[in-house]
């Protein structure tokens, strides 16, 4: 089965990385299309055998799409693609912010939604999926199949979408914050710690207390309690995290929902 990847920036890119190497996808098969043609040809380059191609090309020839771009340049890729979609194509969208439904009323092939993580890049993690209307049985098979390779595949409704990106796709970069932020902030207090000291503790503790919990089949709130001895410096340290921390979540959650929302009503695919 041929299958096409419109945009192979930083997820697009990802995908087809993980999945060439997983041998999921045979080159010959595979065909890239980029508003940058630099990108899609290193990535030949890389595979040999794989095609670089135009978003109609992709279109004409692939069976499976995986549309890897942002919602704002959906419509213009679309309209590139439409005089070759058909009904028989399955189409994947990493934009969240475009409704099924939506998607539906505008092209004729069978839709989901693909939510990747960059830790796809070493085969882990989770992928969310979103099925639309017109997805079969069969459909659902091929994509939790082929996605399963390299990650942990979650169907969920859409409805679920926001809160779920958040903890999945999004999650890598909020816990490299606060494991950086933990960091620096140890070494502006103790500047006999350098930077490289300080990365290297809170990282190599942080991949130990998470190897800890799937072995010891822990939950984090297990791991507080065993390491949060009342009294102790650590358990002043939860304390003054729970005056901020809760609401600095509330606060991300609310407000990134609230600019998706505001996103999709500005969309006209």
């Given at each position: 089965m041929n299958t096409g990847f419109v945009g192979v920036g930083s997820m697009g890119g990802m995908l087809v990385r993980a999945l060439l190497r997983a041998r999921r996808l045979s080159p010959p098969e595979v065909w890239l299309a980029n508003r940058s043609p630099q990108k899609a040809a290193s990535l030949a380059a890389e595979f040999p055998g794989v095609h670089p191609a135009k978003n109609r090309e992709v279109a004409k020839r692939c069976d499976l799409i995986f549309l890897c771009v942002g919602g704002a340049d959906i419509p213009s890729v679309l309209a590139e693609m439409d005089s070759e979609l058909y009904p028989g194509q399955l189409l994947l969208t990493t934009a969240n912010v475009v409704p099924l439904k939506a998607l539906e009323d505008r092209i004729p092939?069978?839709?989901a939604k693909l939510i990747p993580s960059i830790t796809q890049e070493i085969a882990v993690g989770i992928t969310l999926l979103m099925y639309g209307s017109r997805i079969t049985q069969?459909?659902?098979?091929?994509?939790?199949?082929?996605?399963?390779f390299i990650s942990h595949v979650i169907p969920i409704p859409e409805s679920q979408?926001?809160?779920?990106?958040?903890l999945t796709s999004g999650a890598p970069a909020l816990i490299a914050y606060l494991l950086q932020s933990m960091a620096d902030a140890a070494v502006r207090d103790n500047p006999e710690i350098t930077t490289q000291m300080a990365q290297s503790m809170v990282q190599q503790t942080a991949a130990a207390t998470i190897r800890l919990m799937e072995k010891a089949k822990m939950t984090p709130q297990d791991v507080i309690q065993r390491v949060a001895v009342p009294g102790g410096m650590t358990a002043l340290s939860i304390d003054i995290l729970s005056r901020s921390v809760p609401q600095a979540w509330t606060a991300i959650f609310q407000q990134i929902a609230e600019k998706e929302r505001q996103s999709r009503s500005n969309l006209v695919l």
């Open positions: 092939c069978r839709v069969e459909d659902s098979r091929l994509l939790e199949n082929l996605l399963g979408a926001r809160p779920a990106i958040s």
